[in-house]
T-cell receptor, first 114, second 112 residues
Framework: DTGVSQDPRHKITKRGQNVTFRCDPISEHNRLYWYRQTLGQGPEFLTY????????KSRLLSDRFSAERPKGSFSTLEIQRTEQGDSAMYLC????????????FGQGTRLTVV | ELKVEQNPLFLSMQEGKNYTIYCNYSTTSDRLYWYRQDPGKSLESLFV?????AVKQEGRLMASLDTKARLSTLHITAAVHDLSATYFCAVAVRFGNEKLTFGTGTRLTIIP
């Protein structure tokens, strides 16, 4: 098991375009999280899945953002009509369905909107 | 709304010295985590603190938790250059949900 995998690692897009990121969690991890990190800040929670169910969404997740985890394995995060303010590192994390265990983070996808 | 504050935000220290990073949070918490992040990289889990008075040590790093004071500390002993990184504390408040609220981070630079 190589840990949480995210693709792509870097994405440059023009304002107004749609982008989609993928996250493959650690095998058998039921929980999957998306966070966003801007320069010089700590990660901010976006959304959380338990298996295929999206259980919580942050107010940061505007209508332009949508996340899915169709079969309870990999997840996608789509941003429609990107804006310059969407430029950030998007981090995915996963954890097993056990209490008191930490989340393991992927390498992130760095999005630049020009 | 849960707030997590770290101080200092920036720390420059000489090799061999000791120092402490502080993490305060505003509401009762289940768990507190410390993560390390190198520039351009993801987050590496350092410590998981689960109860009042918990203390964990790994190499030159030691973390502690005081749930009554809502305070955690990360103590660095005899710093070496390899410890240069940004350190984040993160708090989880809901049992069974790993949603984390992060502090703003402490950027640590160790000077030879």
């Amino acid at each position: 098991d190589t840990g949480v995998s995210q693709d792509p690692r870097h994405k440059i897009t023009k304002r107004g375009q749609n982008v989609t990121f993928r996250c493959d969690p650690i095998s058998e991890h039921n929980r999957l999280y998306w966070y966003r990190q801007t320069l010089g800040q700590g990660p901010e929670f976006l959304t959380y899945f338990q298996n295929e169910a999206q259980l919580e969404k942050s107010r940061l997740l505007s209508d332009r953002f949508s996340a899915e985890r169709p079969k309870g394995s990999f997840s996608t995060l789509e941003i429609q009509r990107t804006e310059q303010g969407d430029s950030a590192m998007y981090l995915c994390a996963s954890s097993p369905n056990r209490v008191n265990t930490e989340a393991f983070f992927g390498q992130g996808t760095r999005l630049t909107v020009v | 709304e849960l707030k997590v504050e770290q101080n200092p935000l920036f720390l420059s220290m000489q090799e061999g010295k000791n120092y402490t990073i502080y993490c305060n949070y505003s509401t009762t918490s289940d768990r507190l985590y410390w993560y390390r992040q190198d520039p351009g990289k993801s987050l590496e889990s350092l410590f998981v603190l689960l109860s009042n008075g918990a203390v964990k040590q790994e190499g030159r790093l030691m973390a502690s938790l005081d749930t009554k004071a809502r305070l955690s500390t990360l103590h660095i002993t005899a710093a070496v250059h390899d410890l240069s990184a940004t350190y984040f504390c993160a708090v989880a408040v809901r049992f069974g949900n790993e949603k984390l609220t992060f502090g703003t981070g402490t950027r640590l630079t160790i000077i030879p």
